[in-house]
Every structure is written in structure tokens, then in C-alpha cells.
């Protein structure tokens, strides 16, 4: 294995965590202290009347941001950029977005069902624009479930690094070595949390399939906006969102 | 096929 030692996981456990905080696109104190700040009712409303397709062009351009944070921070993993070229986009086409969907958990408040978004906490309402009720549900209801674990940011960077750094994930080139550095990696978010005595975090993780069917859901309704809007998606969707999802 | 995320991956280790 790549990561024998105990030094070479403390190393690894150091690694995931500095691309982390070097990438994370908003420092969690900021998100906390911008709980207070909250959309009002106009706001809320004008966010409202926009068009499905003005909604809808907005979130792939905040989305392509997160997912620019997330290239960022795959590039910086340890054994990631010695991966061939092949195997790094399969794991960033099937992992940034689910990467994302965790990231959110920090930007989400509980304590009033509300996300971080342009700037201020809304909660469902402020998209409902895009007519994606059920999605946005979904979404919303993952960051709720996975809040509850209060996951450090340590923890977030490893699981993170996880979810990307996938061998399962169909059309890899070089399986045993994607392979060989999830292991890795598993052993570094097993030693961290068995250092920080957190380890009952392994089995309240959410199932990888719930993340899949997010992402899922996703690329369904944009599949059914894109039928509707083809010219909005070709002239004014982010390149990075149409090459990813469309 | 995957062109930006071609050059977001070959634009440094940084």
C-alpha cells in the first residue's frame, strides 16, 4: 500500500485537510456569522417572479463555482494528479456534484431550514423559480440529515475525499490504483476519527446511494429544462455544467 | 470530449 506507516496516514490526514480548507470557497465562521442574514419577504418574492430559465441559469452558475472549488481541491489530493488523465475526469464527473452536496451541509441551517445562497440564508421557497419542488426537497432534506452529525471540518475534507476517490466508479482505467488510494484514504479517516474518538460517525454517514439518487434527480430535471430551453442551456449555461451533466 | 475539465486539471498543481 501507498500508506503504510503511521506517519505516511498522519501525512495523508494533513494533506486532505489543508486542500480542504485551501478549497473550501467559504470559511465556515463566515457562513456561521452570516446566519443572521437572512433574504426578506421582497427578496424572497423577487427571487420568485423570476423565470424558470433565469433560475435555473443562476443555479448552474453557482453550482459551477462550488464544482470549481472541487476540481481545485481533487487536484491538490495526494495521488490524485498521478492518476491518468481518464480516470481523474471519471471521478470528477461522477463525484464533484456529490462532493458539492456534502460541502452544503455547512452552508445549511437548521435551525430555520435555510441555505447560504448569493449572500444571504433562504429557505425552499426563494427557488422555487425552478420548478424543481421536489429536488430542492430532497436536497434540503440531506443537508437537515446530514447537519445532525455536526461533522467537523477535518471530518467533511476526509469524507469528501471519499466520496471522490471512488474504484467503483464504471469506465476507470486504472482500477487498482484508484483502488490503492481510496484505501489510503479509508485508513486516514479511520485513524483521524479514531484519534478524535468519533468513530460512531462511520455508521450514521448517509448511504452512497442517496447521494447518487441526488445527482440523479438532477441531471432528470435538467434533462426535462434542457427539452424545454435547449438555446438557454446552449447560449447561457457555464461550459464546466454542460460538459459535466448535460 | 471533456475540454474545460481538460484544462481546469492541466492549468498547475495549484
Known sequence: APYASLTEIE????????????????????LLRQRANLFS??????????SEWEMWERCAHRL??????????AKRLSGFMELCQN???????????????VRMCRAYNADNHTVFFEG?????????????????????????????????????????ALVLINANRPGLQEKRKVEQLQCS????????????HRQGVLAQLPPKGRLRSLCSQHL????????????????AFPPLYK???S | KHRILHKLLQNGNS
Open chain 1, 11 to 30: 501525512h495523508l490526514v494533513q494533506n486532505v485537510c489543508k486542500s480542504y480548507r485551501e478549497t473550501c470557497q467559504l470559511r465556515l465562521e463566515e
Open chain 1, 41 to 50: 419577504r421582497e427578496e424572497v418574492s423577487s427571487y420568485q417572479r423570476k
Open chain 1, 64 to 73: 459551477t463555482e462550488a464544482i470549481q472549488h472541487v476540481v481545485e481541491f
Open chain 1, 87 to 101: 480516470d481523474q475526469i471519471i471521478l470528477l464527473k461522477a463525484g464533484a456534484m456529490e462532493v458539492v452536496l
Open chain 1, 120 to 160: 444571504k440564508y433562504g429557505g425552499v421557497e426563494l427557488f422555487r423559480a425552478l420548478g424543481c419542488g421536489e429536488l430542492i426537497g430532497s436536497i434540503f432534506d440531506f443537508s437537515h440529515s446530514l447537519s445532525a452529525l455536526r461533522l467537523s471540518e477535518d471530518e467533511i475534507a476526509l469524507y469528501t
Open chain 1, 185 to 196: 484514504l479509508e485508513l486516514a479517516f479511520h485513524h483521524h476519527l479514531c484519534k478524535t
Open chain 1, 220 to 235: 432528470e430535471k435538467l434533462q426535462v429544462f434542457q427539452h424545454l430551453h435547449p438555446i438557454v442551456v446552449q447560449a
Open chain 1, 243 to 245: 460538459e459535466l451533466f
